[in-house]
């Protein structure tokens, strides 16, 4: 298996790393302290083409390999998780128009969940409750057919961009008696009375990305609204009264599909995370020297790099330098396949001296890291993802 990123993958993460660099970072503390949504990043964002239906379609959906939206959202979530959030929200309600809905609504209704560079829109996705979240089956939010409209009633919460999207997406149960069976997705447009905003919510992190309980009262909408079309709805729910195979959860599969692009958040937020720490270490000092010349730190950093390079599913960034001991210490120049050389990912590519640490793989914890000495290699063109642009 071949993990490296072709040309097209490694030029878009340098551009998206450059704006997150440029446009992300500056005011990611402002809008995490203020819990506000970041409308003039969206707007910036659009302006230069990563906010918006096309880039999907040119770039994310022409990609056979499926990793380029991972790879965007690692980069946005290193300069702040909660503006990446802001940015990629809309993927949610678009993924699941994308893989259920039909062509035409589609084509209608995706470009509102963007808007314009001069007037950008967002889109959300409702399935949690307050009795449901993981199990969609237990969902309460009803829709009822009358005549040539879909009633739908119920609460949502927890929705990232609820009661501020232009669009929203909303899973609702057409027949309780068929559990997730008897669901259905439907088109929530702008302007119509029935849909207001619930509780915004307080959270500990993530604070840009706007999350809030979505209320619906009496909300209707035509019949051609509910994802896929009338009469692919019923004959889900016919095949379903008749006990066939179960197709599944459409809000599942759209949760399926963007797992991946989830971990890459995480990603994103631990190398951002070692990143700073590695800089505070360098920085700070005590007893005359930095704190990242003690061993207690240098490990820590050298695990938290190591960590979140696996997680990546790359080459880790190591070389198999290590040297067999022999005695009490004593090298010899053989290569040791079972000890690594984990390097610390520092601007320039240097290495701390003396904290080159040698990674036991194979259960040796005799700590050799005062034996080292600092050497400057540059690192493997097979990297996916460099630590530090």
């Known amino acids: 298996m071949d993990f490296e990123l072709s040309e097209d993958h490694l030029t878009t993460q340098k551009w998206v790393h450059e704006f997150a660099e440029k446009e992300i970072r500056p005011v990611a503390a402002h809008y995490d302290e203020a819990e506000e949504f970041p ?13 918006g239906l096309e880039f999907y379609l040119e770039t994310l959906a022409a990609d056979p390999s499926g990793l380029m939206f991972p790879v965007c959202f690692e980069e946005t979530c290193w300069g702040c998780a909660g503006i990446s959030l802001g940015i990629w929200g809309s993927g949610l309600p678009l993924t699941t128009l994308a893989y259920s809905g039909t062509p035409e609504q589609l084509l209608q209704w995706a470009p509102l969940m963007f808007g314009t560079a001069d007037d950008p829109k967002v889109g959300a996705l409702c399935v949690t409750e307050p009795d449901a979240g993981s199990d969609v089956s237990a969902l309460r939010t009803r829709a009822r057919r009358d005549g040539d409209e879909w009633v739908l009633n119920g609460q949502k919460v927890f929705i990232t961009n609820g009661g501020i999207a232009s669009v929203h997406v909303v899973v ?15 088109i929530v447009g702008p302007g119509n009375p029935g849909l207001r905003q619930g509780k915004k919510e307080r959270k500990l992190g993530i604070r840009a990305s706007h999350t809030a309980g979505v209320l619906l009262e009496d909300y209707r909408i035509p019949l051609e609204d509910v994802v896929g079309g009338v009469e692919r709805l019923e004959a889900k729910l016919e095949q379903a009264r008749s006990e066939g195979p179960s197709r599944g959860s459409a809000a599942l599969k759209t949760f399926e599909m963007t797992r991946p692009s989830v971990a890459a958040q995480a990603v994103g937020i631990a190398r951002a995370a070692f990143e700073f720490s590695r800089d505070y270490a360098k920085e700070r000092t005590q007893f005359g020297r930095p704190i990242i010349d003690n061993q207690g730190v240098a490990f820590k950093l050298a695990d938290m790099a190591m960590e979140s390079d696996a997680a990546r599913l790359r080459g880790i960034d190591v070389e198999a330098e290590g040297r067999r001991d022999r005695g009490l210490g004593h090298r010899t120049g053989d290569p040791d396949p079972g000890r690594v050389r984990l390097r610390q990912g ?12 040698l990674h036991p793989v194979r259960g040796d914890l005799r700590d050799p890291a005062d034996r080292d000495q600092p050497r400057a290699r540059p690192l493997s063109p097979k990297s996916l993802f460099p630590l530090t642009p």
């Not at 609702?172 to 439907?186: K, N, S």
């Open 172 to 186: 609702a149960t057409v027949d309780p008696a068929l559990g997730h069976r008897g669901q259905a997705a439907f």
């Open 346 to 357: 520092l601007p320039g590519r240097e290495v701390v001296p003396r904290r080159e640490d």
């Open 39 to 51: 409308w003039p990043v969206l707007k910036r964002a659009a302006e230069v083409g990563l906010f």
